[in-house]
């Protein structure tokens, strides 16, 4: 997925909510430990056995640094980006000094470094990061620095935590902490499914984003026993939507046939969905509209053309006093994915305090229990995806409100 698709709506994505962190963590022998990364609330975290630190001789560190602590970890980011203050990565930066703020006696030191949002760019952070003696990288933000920085990376042994939503850039030992499409794509297919949904049709964007998302749908409809009626694919240049209608116009003529709608793309795109059906004298009376992570903005909640869609999301019960925090600290409020920084942290911060000498190896980092941050339910795959526990939200044309809860434990379920 091209990172532009979420970012370019970064600052519109606000709404969310979830808890600051608790973590738990699978360590081989030492068993379940539960890294209770509690933000503001402390921590009771206990030590595993051998966590004694000793940093040895470290060359020193330069530019911008956030933290004292021992264990050093490079925060890479486009920090030349524009927008000021409302840049990604000042954003990202404000999130994890915050984290690092919010976790009692953290034993660790952020290098940031600019990536500038480019391969060349990513590569050079990373360089100065682990140069510095950085164990573990956090970031890049977008797919060309990701990329740029795992070469270097994987070459040093350290694992990459990053923010990038392209799932190619993904790998053994570079993971991705962002909100992926096929993760939002297997939650709500499988709900709809749960509840009778079996016949489908889809209206998708003529994109990278699109491409990923038609073929998690058509996994996901396969693996649920349903079958699906239609696929549309539409371009968008600019503004002008006539090939969007002109797609949504063809669907029309089968959306008898259907019980849900998946159209998961943000902007707007949804309720033209609705308006052109509805105009063109479409039945959709009986058809559910489904959605996306894309979906969670406040003019999606407030639009009474959407009451009764269904879109999956993280659980509503953390982000707004994280969002408090982050307000009265840099006054402003944050966008929905600073939480992304504040976790990558915050599981550093936890594995530092309670992983021992191996906290940043693939062992742990792909522990199968998981950890629960600011957005809940997380684990990361071996091969650097990551699953995600989400809600299930429905519009109420006033707000939303979860109609299946996201699970607390990958093992159960529940």
């Known amino acids: 997925m091209n990172d532009a698709t979420l970012f370019s709506g970064f600052f519109s994505r606000i709404g969310r ?17 539960a890294l209770g990364l509690a933000g503001c609330m402390g921590s009771t975290l206990g ?22 602590g021992s264990v050093r970890v490079g925060l890479l ?12 990565g000042t954003v990202f930066r404000n999130a994890a000094e ?12 952020l290098l940031v470094k600019d990536t500038g949002g480019t391969a060349q760019g ?16 956090l970031g890049p933000v977008f797919a060309p620095a990701v990329s740029g920085a795992a070469a270097v990376a994987r070459s040093s042994g350290v694992p990459v935590v990053a923010f990038s939503t392209d799932a190619s850039v993904a790998s053994r030992g570079v993971y991705l902490l962002s909100f992926l499409p096929q993760t939002d794509v297997k939650r709500i297919i499988g709900y709809a499914a749960s ?62 046939k259907v019980d849900a709608l998946f159209v998961p793309a943000g902007g707007g795109v949804a309720p033209l969905v609705v ?17 996306s992570g894309q979906w969670d903005t406040s003019d999606m909640k407030s639009n009474p053309i959407m009451a009764g869609s269904w879109y999956p999301g993280p659980e509503d019960k953390g982000y707004q006093a994280f969002a408090g925090r982050y307000q009265s600290a840099y006054g402003s409020a944050p966008p929905r994915n600073a939480t992304l920084a504040y976790d990558g942290v915050t599981l550093a911060a936890g594995l ?33 995806q990551n699953e995600r526990g989400l809600a299930v939200y429905q519009l109420t044309g006033s707000g939303n409100q979860v109609i299946s809860a996201a699970p607390r434990d990958f093992r159960s379920g529940t």
């Open 77 to 88: 980011l486009p920090m030349s980006a524009s927008g000021g203050s409302t840049s990604v």
């Open 122 to 137: 990513g590569r050079a952070a990373a360089q100065s990061a682990i140069a510095e003696g950085a164990e573990l990288i």
């Open 352 to 384: 530092v305090r309670s992983a021992g000498p191996q906290r940043f190896s693939n062992g742990v980092l792909t522990n199968r229990d998981g950890f629960i941050g600011i957005d809940g339910l997380f684990r990361f795959r071996s091969d650097g």
């Open 195 to 256: 509840q009778s949904k079996r016949s489908f049709a889809a209206i998708l964007p003529d994109d990278t984003y699109g491409a990923v998302a038609e073929a998690a749908f058509r996994q996901e409809v396969g693996r649920a026993g349903g079958r699906i009626v239609s696929i549309q694919r539409y371009k968008l240049t600019g503004s002008d939507t006539a090939d969007l209608i002109a797609k949504t116009n063809a669907i029309a003529s089968v959306v008898g």
């Open 98 to 109: 915050l984290a690092l703020a919010n976790f009692p006696n953290a034993d660790v030191q």
């Open 275 to 291: 308006q052109t059906l509805t105009a063109k004298g479409a039945d959709i009376g009986r058809v559910t509209m489904l959605g």
């Open 17 to 33: 909510s979830v808890k600051p962190i608790t973590v738990g963590v699978r360590a081989g022998a030492a068993g379940l430990l």
């Open 47 to 68: 030590s595993y056995p051998g966590s004694s630190i000793n940093p040895g001789d470290q060359a020193a560190a330069t530019g911008d640094l956030v933290g004292t």
